[in-house]
C-alpha cells in the first residue's frame, strides 16, 4: 500500500498518537528501558531508496522525520510529520512517501498494527561527488 500524506490533523490519527505518547510516557516514568512487542519489526519495502537524495541546491538539504502506523496488511493508515531541518523539503518529501510501501509487524507470524519513524535525508549532490572521488 503507498502511504497517504494527507494525516497531519486528523481527529482519528491524532488520538491515536496522543494514546501511544501517552502509553510510553508512563512506560518510560515507570523506569523501563525497553520493549518489544513484535517478533519482526514493520519496514519500508518499496522506494527505500529514495529516502536518501541528492539535490542541486544546497538550500534544499536537510531531514524530513516521520511517524507511521502500519496496518496488519502492511498499509499505512497515518503518516505524521514529526521533524524538519528545512521546511523547504516538506512537499519534496511528502511526494517521496507516498510512493512508499510498508510490510507489517509480526507477532507469531502473523501481521499486527504497529508505528515506525523513518527519516527522508537531502544532501547536496557536490558531497556525493566528494565521497565518490575518496575511492
Not at 488520538?15 to 501517552?22: N, P, T, W
Amino acid at each position: 500500500m503507498s502511504a497517504s500524506v494527507s494525516c497531519y490533523a486528523q481527529s482519528p490519527c491524532d488520538s491515536l498518537y496522543a494514546a501511544e505518547d501517552r502509553f510510553w510516557k508512563s512506560f518510560i516514568d515507570k523506569g523501563n528501558v525497553g520493549l518489544m512487542l513484535f517478533d519482526v519489526p514493520p519496514k519500508v519495502t518499496s522506494g527505500k531508496e529514495k529516502l536518501v537524495n541528492y539535490t542541486g541546491s544546497k538550500d534544499k538539504t536537510g531531514t524530513v522525520m516521520y511517524r507511521v502506523i502500519v496496518d496488519k496488511d502492511g498499509s499505512a493508515t497515518c503518516l505524521k510529520l514529526e521533524y524538519t531541518s528545512n521546511s523547504l523539503l516538506v512537499e519534496d518529501a511528502n511526494q517521496i512517501v507516498s510512493t512508499l510501501r510498508f510490510a507489517p509487524a509480526l507477532l507469531g507470524g502473523k501481521g499486527i498494527r504497529s508505528t515506525m519513524n523513518f527519516t527522508v535525508r537531502f544532501y547536496e549532490a557536490e558531497s556525493r561527488k566528494r565521497k565518490n572521488s575518496s575511492f
